[in-house]
């Protein structure tokens, strides 16, 4: 009820304390310098990340509550809904079974295939269920935050996947979270291979949430729609097999010498709250960043990425591996403009034991 | 004291509502909500501590959205000083000349967002990057008249710089 200017207004009129210059210079240059020291990789600001991370996780709680709350109404279902999904689990549980029968001969198979040719690498891999935290929390940043971190013995760069494929792979760890960057987005490569074919290539994000895109295809490699596209295990980053996607479309420019697929994740990549984490064999325990170059006998003319996805062995002994190419998911049918294509090695991810050529 | 705990929970506010859930079409279109907040604050309460607060909640935004450290609080912090610098003229508009006046602060700060991506090599796609601008403009008047009308509510018979 004071009738004179208020304290508010006096200090607008005649500000105290450093002039809005000098806080900008001053905020400012500590944004950038902040930006530079983590690009060069600062290890005390990764440490100060997840500790700011681990502080703000009440605020990352409540605001997921909302979807907790929109599943929670999914307990309100009628029963004939229940009993319809009920139904429909059995029947696809009663199928899968029978596959499983099927898969059980084959991996045994698999396995005494395997120990004829020496090859020590399994196919079973070590999982660990995880929950998805938050999604898409910028339109143009595709990542979701999972609830397992290094508590749980995730390490960066671990494989990503949910009951149809891949869905990424972790890029930061937090002492009780992780983030995942989705193969979706444009930062992300991976490398496949064609089942159909065995064809070697890149499948980069595109950026717009549901494609991805092959850029790096000669123009006249044997490529249809409906392709399936598998991981290749080539750099040793995600574990060989898994589906990734499957082909849509192809654009082939007249003239050019690439021609350029648009694929679609198999992976539910914005649907589902789980996602399975995989401990790849050849992973590297603490960051993944160096990658070793191991001794790959590429004087075989017909298959060297065959040779290359049989050299997955746990690591001691790398120069043990015999020169044998076991196709271990593709069919052998790819002829000689298949070993072309390897040079397609660009992102990352890519191993250094491809005969590079640009 | 009340008012700095309107103040502290408007900015947490404002940080949970830029990462709720939303569906994919609605993301999209989500608007810029520390922006909003920190803009509100520096426009209309002038010895509110807007710039410092504008760089802490542009460092927790980098951190809840895995973007570089300290990108996010770059941004806020030049949109909050150059808000502070004209509140002079903007202070004189009615809210919705006000919102069409602030549209080249909010270009300048999604500008400086995609100019940070691009020097981290983060590529992305330019449609979506410049749709929160239209958002937050539409958001900003409905936004704006709710928070003064929460500080007007408690300090009614105060000489306060208020809406005009």
């Not at chain 1, 991370?53 to 907790?68: C, D, F, G, K, N």
């Not at chain 1, 070697?200 to 729609?225: C, E, F, M, W």
């Not at chain 1, 997955?312 to 591996?321: D, G, I, L, N, R």
Request: with cysteine.
């Amino acid at each position: 009820m004071n009738t004179t200017l208020s304290d508010s207004s006096r200090n607008s009129l005649f500000p105290r304390g450093p002039g809005l210059g000098v806080k900008l210079t001053l905020l400012a240059s500590l944004s950038i310098l902040l930006m530079v020291a983590e690009k060069r990789g600062n290890p005390q600001l990764e440490l100060a990340r997840q500790w700011l991370s681990w502080a703000l996780t009440p605020v990352m709680w409540i605001a997921t509550s909302p979807a907790e709350v929109a599943g929670g109404v999914d307990h309100l279902r009628s029963r004939e809904a229940l009993l319809r999904d009920n139904h429909e689990l059995r029947e696809r549980l009663l199928k899968q079974d029978a596959r499983l029968l099927r898969l059980e001969s084959l991996e045994a198979e698999n396995i005494r295939i395997r120990e004829l040719l020496a090859s020590s690498s399994s196919l079973e891999d070590r999982v660990l269920i995880a929950e998805v935290l938050a999604t898409s929390q910028d339109p143009y940043r595709h990542q979701i935050v999972l609830n397992k971190g290094g508590r749980d013995g995730v390490y960066r760069g671990q494989a990503l996947v949910d009951a149809e494929g891949i869905m990424g792979q972790v890029v930061q760890v937090n002492p009780g979270s992780s983030v995942a960057l989705l193969i979706t987005d444009p930062d992300h490569g991976i490398p496949v291979e064609i089942n159909r074919t065995g064809l070697q290539t890149i499948a980069l994000g595109r950026g717009d949430g549901h494609g991805l895109s092959l850029p790096y295809l000669p123009g006249n490699a044997d490529v249809k729609v409906g392709d399936l596209l598998v991981t290749s295990g080539l750099g040793g980053r995600f574990p060989a097999g898994y589906p990734v996607g499957t082909i849509h479309e192809l654009k082939h420019a007249g003239g050019e010498s690439f021609m350029e697929a648009i694929a679609y994740p198999k992976a539910k990549l914005s649907q589902g709250r789980q996602a399975l984490l995989v401990w790849s064999e050849r992973a590297l325990p603490s960051s993944g960043t160096e990658e070793e170059p191991i001794a790959v006998p590429i004087d075989l003319p017909v298959k060297p990425e065959a040779a290359a996805t049989t050299a997955t062995p746990k690591k001691p002994a790398p120069a043990a591996v015999p020169p044998a190419p076991t196709p271990t998911s593709a069919p052998p049918a790819a002829p000689a403009p298949a070993p072309k294509s390897a040079p397609a090695a660009k992102p990352a991810a890519a191993p250094k034991q491809q005969p590079v050529t640009p | 004291m009340i008012a700095s705990l309107g103040f502290v929970a408007s900015l947490v506010l404002a940080l949970m509502l830029q990462i709720v859930d939303l569906p994919e079409w609605a993301a999209v279109a989500r608007p810029a909500w520390p922006l909003l907040v920190i803009g509100y604050w520096a426009l209309y309460a002038p010895n509110a501590p807007a710039i410092l607060a504008a760089w802490l909640l542009g460092i927790c935004c980098d951190v809840l959205l895995s973007a570089p450290l300290g990108q996010h609080a770059l941004g806020l912090v030049v949109v909050a000083i150059v808000i502070r610098r004209l509140s002079g003229i903007y202070i004189l508009f009615p809210l919705w000349q006000a919102a069409l006046a602030l549209i080249p602060v909010w270009a300048l700060y999604v500008f400086l967002m995609f100019w940070i991506d691009g020097l981290a090599r983060h590529a992305a796609d330019s449609t979506l990057r410049w749709m929160p601008i239209v958002s937050t403009t539409i958001a900003w008047p409905i936004f704006a008249g709710l928070l003064d009308s929460f500080r007007a509510r408690r300090t009614r018979n105060r000489d306060r710089m208020r809406l005009p």
